[in-house]
């Protein structure tokens, strides 16, 4: 074929030309190819199914050894032209029934024998047949090739027609459609090229034109490239605001602990470099459970937020200030003479936390108690430094709260010590270190006894005598002062009955109980059950009770000290006037006594306020019924005053000290003598003697 002209047109012309015939005779034979696969394919995929249909159904007859069923149930394939033989053999392998199209075809084998699927000019396919799980037996289907062979031929054919036919259109269009295709396609591989090698996502293409298919290619082009923009947009947004959401608090939008870990360990390594020191400051709110269990976890959260701001106005633009959870926050100090700096810091947070904050209709005044430590005279790691200044904070805490802490050799001593203290008073009770000593109090008039207050102390076989200052405050912490106060009260209970049978007179003994006692469920059932196993008499306990206990669930306490009453207990107001001193529930609780702290006694006949104050609440618990006990009476003077005051009991070193042997008192007490005054008091001394015994 000639084509006048040797322009470039012509040139294009030709090539499309040849271009056309090669795509088309590839494009043929690969269809062929697909065809012939695609039928090659459906017909073992038609022999599969129907391997498994009658695998399935040819079952019953191997189970049973049913020739004539089975020969029955492989005639089933005739209904496939392709199928030339079906084959059924025992589990054994021995031929049990077989199906044949015709004569010309080779028989079944007797004995099974594996035959490739592949075998040439037939299609095999191998089942096993089971019977509720358990193999019977295998079947093998074959089928000829001639259908698909038969089908190729005539597309073949077919394909032929197609490409001559091919070759002439290709030839004209070839020629009218270059010119619209090279430019624009050109266009395209600029463009395609542009965003392959520079990510311009932002690129376009100009096409002519609105409604032909080049026209549609670059609008979808551009489209294309309008959407992997935004996906591109959207996802640097969201890589930045996942990075954000894995390094900042969800709440606050501060820093969290993993940020916080990554800037302070830079900051350390700077200052290993430069000489400098670093201050972190470990902040925790003060009462934020409080907040939160009265007001509700959204008030709460809000309160955060406020907290949050408030510390991010007063922190330097130069330190990090990050929540690490909850109510919890640290801040990091880097520069020269950061000690002073972490002090300034600290006691700049806790001022901008004093105004009250108001959240909804609520207004709360919280306060924080922040620990600080130094690198590197407290710790080289980050890990070191959240620990210390995780510990001075819980002593700022422990010392009264709303105060900045700074860590120190020794208070890491004492933490080590109280972490040892803890550790060994878990198992002080089991091993038999934990003693009930008893003081004894005394009616103020006859100075005879009325009962033992039972004390815990702790008798550690190493350290001595433990100070109940020391492991008490332990206790109550860690929960442990309820097993250690049912202990106590056991111990006092069985002890009472022991004086009762020995003197042959009822002496009462009164127990402090905590808040965490008091406050659960089952403390009534526990003191009757403590009761009822010693065989005490309830009127002969009295149950000692802080003022802070009072205020702590007041409902609740008022309905354990009302179901305690009703047993029988006496029930006391203990160190009264050293906590809230709020009169207004005195007359809704049902006290037998109140017992005036030794604070006042020792003040009584210096300040003369001080004596008004004690007689009014000495005449106020008379007036509601109450006795009053007061505590730590170590004079004859302070025996005078509270005798012209009008207390009904005493208690102190005047007349008797604690000691775990009560014995001489209760000779006293057998007897119808008044206690003489220091005649039967134990000394100090005699006690840590014995404690170290």
């Not at 040139?11 to 005779?25: C, E, F, G, N």
């Not at 209709?361 to 200044?389: D, K, R, V, W």
């Not at 002593?395 to 020794?410: P, V």
Request: charge should be negative.
């Amino acid at each position: 074929m000639r084509f006048p002209g040797s322009g470039f047109a012509h040139r294009m012309t030709l090539l499309a030309l040849l271009a056309s015939s090669v795509s088309s005779a590839t494009l043929m034979a690969a269809f062929l190819g697909f065809d012939s696969v695609s039928a090659r394919r459906q017909l073992e995929s038609r022999l599969s199914t129907l391997a498994n249909i009658v695998g399935q159904n040819s079952a019953a007859a191997l189970l049973f050894d049913d020739r004539a069923a089975a020969v029955e149930v492989l005639g089933a394939v005739a209904a496939e032209r392709s199928v030339v033989s079906a084959c059924l053999y025992e589990q054994s392998g021995k031929l049990f029934a077989e199906y044949e199209r015709g004569s010309a075809i080779a028989g079944c084998p007797a004995q099974f024998v594996r035959e490739s699927t592949a075998a040439r000019g037939f299609v095999t396919v191998s089942r096993q047949v089971e019977r509720s799980g358990d193999a019977a037996g295998t079947l093998i289907l074959k089928a000829d090739l001639r259908e698909i062979a038969e089908r190729w031929r005539q597309m073949l054919e077919i394909t032929v027609l197609l490409l001559l036919g091919a070759l002439a259109v290709g030839g004209i269009a070839g020629s009218l459609l270059q010119r619209k295709i090279s430019r624009p396609v050109q266009a395209l591989a600029a463009a395609m090229h542009e965003v392959t090698e520079q990510h311009n996502f932002r690129a376009r293409v100009s096409v002519d034109g609105k409604s032909d298919e080049i026209a549609q290619l670059g609008s979808g082009f551009n489209t294309m490239l309008a959407e992997l923009e935004k996906h591109a947009s959207e996802k640097t947004a969201f890589e930045a605001q996942l990075k954000h959401q894995a390094l900042n608090d969800d709440l606050t939008c501060l820093p969290n602990r993993r940020l916080l870990a990554d800037r302070l360990t830079h900051a350390l390594d700077v200052a290993r470099r430069t000489g400098q020191e670093v201050a972190l400051l470990y902040i925790d709110l003060d009462g934020f459970k409080l907040v939160n269990d009265s007001l509700g976890h959204a008030v709460g959260d809000q309160l955060l937020r406020q907290v949050a701001e408030r510390l991010r106005a007063r922190a330097r633009l130069s330190d990090t200030l990050a929540r690490l959870g909850g109510d919890e926050f640290a801040v990091v100090v880097s520069g020269d003479k950061v000690r002073e700096q972490g002090g300034v810091a600290g006691i700049a947070l806790l001022s901008t936390l004093a105004p009250p904050f108001r959240v909804e209709e609520h207004e709360i005044t919280i306060s924080a108690s922040i620990g600080m430590s130094i690198f590197p005279e407290n710790g080289t790691t980050p890990m070191e430094l959240l620990q210390q200044a995780d510990s001075a904070m819980y002593a700022a805490k422990r010392m009264g709260k709303n105060r900045l802490m700074a860590f120190s050799d020794e208070l890491g001593a004492s933490i080590r010590e109280r972490l040892q203290l803890e550790t060994e008073l878990r198992g002080a009770i089991a091993h038999g270190e934990m003693r009930a000593y008893y003081q004894p109090e005394f009616d103020v008039k006859t100075r005879k006894l009325v009962r033992f207050e039972a004390l815990a102390r702790w008798i550690h076989p190493a350290l001595g005598f433990v100070s109940p200052a020391k492991f008490i405050p332990i206790a109550e912490e860690t929960g442990l002062i309820v097993p250690l106060g049912h202990h106590i009260m056991e111990m006092a209970c069985r002890e009472a009955v022991r004086w009762q049978a020995q003197t042959g007179r009822a002496v009462q003994v009164a127990v402090n109980v905590s808040s965490l006692q008091l406050m659960r469920e089952s403390f009534v059932e526990e003191v009757a059950g403590i009761l009822g196993k010693t065989g005490l008499d309830p009127s002969l306990l009295q149950i000692e009770l802080t003022e802070s206990v009072t205020l702590n669930g007041a409902a609740r306490v008022g309905t354990a000290m009302s179901e305690l009453e009703d047993m029988g207990v006496s029930l006391a107001i203990d160190d009264f006037g050293t906590g809230y001193s709020c009169l207004s529930y005195l007359p809704k609780l049902p006290f037998d006594a109140l017992k005036i702290d030794r604070s006042f006694v020792n003040e009584l006949g210096v300040r003369n306020e001080v004596d008004a104050m004690v007689h009014s609440l000495v005449t106020l618990a008379h007036n509601l019924g109450m006795k009053v006990i007061a505590e730590g009476v170590e004079t004859e003077d302070q025996m005078a005053l509270i005798t012209e005051i009008g207390c009904n009991e005493v208690q102190g070193y005047l007349l008797g000290r604690p000691t775990s042997d009560p014995e001489v008192f209760l000779s006293v007490a057998s007897g119808d003598e008044p206690v003489p005054a220091g005649e039967v008091a134990v000394t100090e001394k005699a006690i840590r003697a014995e404690a170290v015994r």
